[in-house]
């Protein structure tokens, strides 16, 4: 079974204004911590990247945080790696519904992001699976079979689950978006699941 990371450019610093926060926003908003050259090294095939326009850049974003990472540059990095590695990497990319946006900042978010879909088709090594938008529009090129792949990683859904298996206050706890404390509690059994259920790539937070 290969692997696929959430919110895989996640271990980068965050942009300069937002690093004196980092105590504060990480626990929410990272999802890994291997580079992108350590996923690949760790049978990572599927990467999963969140976009947001910082100062006409696209730059990795999650909820409040903004990750110091060229988008545009990893993704041509990566074109290159599946060359070298005849393996055509999925990527599953999205327009993120960033919380520092105005109307008119979204607007012209949304015109940049459609720019920016022409160039993903220029990277011929590396298959995009999904293209998204978190606002009421979304576009998707092409979907994963839901056969191919199991995606576990701390998500409301998750927790509704794990609420309703819970008594008592405890259940709440689930509700804490802590994407490390949840991916070290429940990793085995999903990947455990993955296998039992024949899944080629098990999708998570914080890959070994």
């Given at each position: 079974m290969k692997y696929g990371t959430h919110n895989s450019l996640t271990y980068a610093k965050l942009v300069w204004w937002q690093r004196p926060f980092g105590?504060?926003?990480?626990?929410?908003c990272r999802c890994q911590d291997k580079d992108i050259t350590a996923q690949v090294l760790s049978d990572v095939v599927a990467f999963d990247i969140q976009v947001a326009l910082?100062?006409?850049e696209w730059k990795v974003s999650h909820g409040i945080a903004w990750y110091d990472v060229d988008v545009i540059d990893m993704l041509k990095y990566l074109n290159k790696l599946a060359d070298f590695n005849y393996t055509p990497y999925c990527i599953r990319i999205g327009l993120d519904r960033h919380f520092f946006r105005t109307k008119k900042k979204r607007n012209k978010e949304r015109e940049?992001?459609?720019r920016f879909i022409d160039f993903l088709h220029t990277l011929r090594h590396l298959f995009f699976v999904e293209v998204y938008v978190e606002y009421p529009e979304y576009k998707v090129l092409e979907e994963f079979s839901p056969t191919d792949m199991e995606q576990r990683?701390?998500?409301?859904?998750?927790a509704r689950e794990k609420a309703k298996q819970t008594r008592g206050i405890w259940k709440y706890l689930y509700y804490l978006p802590i994407p490390r404390l949840w991916a070290k509690k429940y990793r085995n059994e999903w990947e455990a699941k993955a296998i039992l259920d024949n899944k080629k790539i098990l999708m998570t937070d914080f890959i070994r």
């Open positions: 105590w504060l926003i990480n626990p929410f910082y100062k006409d940049e992001f459609e990683y701390w998500s409301l859904s998750f």
